[in-house]
């Protein structure tokens, strides 16, 4: 049973932030609702106003800029998975959205749900935080921008006040010399994470000259496994040096023990997804071949 609440449907994002300023703490957005209304059923959340952003056409695109893809945040990841700007500029971002959920969940759940809930295994956050994508928020003080590592604060926990809606997601497109993979480890296909990883590389004259790394499920929010990075950056593109390098991501992680999977488990399997992930991300930037 849903606990009682009422419905609004603002015809605009306008109107739509100052129904949440105005209603405060005790409402709620929701765009796909497909983990708002599990957790308001579990009786986890039970909030007194529901304010539905899935109409908002002005936040449900995908726009090709050039060096970047923009993405609004009511954007389904059926209409991810399925866009050709974005699997040629962040074709790891559609990685990831293939393994999650199913079709029909994905017609319905929005890429700022998948943020704004703010779960550690959310599985958009890795490879967005690869690319160094920004989040444009919206609220009753303007516009403003985050980076996405700086977005979550905690499990469930965002940076978002009250009023503040999320309403697009920019991404610089992957560049020549470049590759990004994403490895996830689930019970089942489309089932949450019990660990994922991404990984971004640039290679030139056989070394690699960046490396970005992220991990999600492992600790209270998707984080960046910056020894791993330290460890590869300025070393030739081999496998070698990719094996070596993923070892340091057990220092990177802070997993617990829960119903998917125990804390060591957590610390080995990271150590394997970051790896996997390196060797196809250097593969497809011209490295070692995988
Ligand atoms: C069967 C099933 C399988 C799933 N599998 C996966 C999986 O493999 N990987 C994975 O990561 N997730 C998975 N999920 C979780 C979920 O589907 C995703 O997180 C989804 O992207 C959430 O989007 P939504 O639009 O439904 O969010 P909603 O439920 O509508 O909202 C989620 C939260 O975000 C807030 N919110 C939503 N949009 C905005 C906005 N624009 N601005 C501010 N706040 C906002 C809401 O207030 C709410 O707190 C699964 C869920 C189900 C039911």
């Known amino acids: 049973m849903l606990p009682e609440f009422e419905y609004h449907r603002p ?3 306008e109107e739509a ?10 409402a709620r957005a929701i765009a796909g609702g497909t983990d708002l209304v599990v957790k308001m059923r579990a009786g986890l959340v039970s909030p007194r106003h529901v304010v539905d952003l899935s109409r908002l056409q002005e936040i449900r695109f995908i726009r090709d800029e050039g060096d970047r893809i923009r993405i609004g ?8 998975e399925n866009s050709e700007e974005v699997a040629r500029g962040v074709p790891v971002l559609r990685e990831a959205v293939e393994l999650m959920a199913s079709w029909h969940v994905k017609t319905t759940a929005t890429i700022g749900g998948n943020l704004c809930n703010a779960s550690p295994a959310a599985d958009t956050a890795p490879p967005l935080m690869v690319h160094g994508a920004t989040l444009v928020i919206v609220g009753p003080g303007g516009r403003r921008e985050v980076p996405v590592e700086n977005f979550f604060t905690g499990p469930g926990q965002t940076v978002l006040g009250v009023g503040e809606v999320l309403v697009e ?8 010399g470049q590759g990004a993979a994403f490895e996830k480890l689930t019970v089942r296909e489309g089932a949450l994470s019990i660990a994922s990883a991404a990984a971004l590389v ?3 004259g056989g070394r690699v000259v960046d490396a970005r790394v992220a991990l999600g499920a492992v600790a209270p929010t998707p984080v960046r ?16 040096a990719v094996k070596s390098a993923s070892r340091e991501a057990k220092a990177d992680v802070r997993p617990i023990t829960d119903v998917r999977g125990s804390r060591e488990y957590r610390e080995e399997m990271s150590v394997t997804l970051v790896r996997r992930a390196l ?10 071949s995988a």
Do not use: C, F, Y
């Open 73 to 80: 945040a009511a954007t389904t990841l059926w209409e991810i």
């Open 17 to 26: 932030v100052r129904l949440l300023s105005e209603l405060g703490p005790d």
């Open 169 to 176: 997601v920019v991404v610089p497109k992957l560049q020549p």
């Open 279 to 288: 060797e196809m991300a250097l593969k497809m930037a011209g490295g070692v």
């Open 202 to 204: 640039e290679v030139s």
């Open 225 to 240: 496994a910056s020894r791993v990075e330290g460890a590869l950056r300025g070393q030739p593109a081999t496998r070698e």
């Open 11 to 13: 015809a605009s994002l």
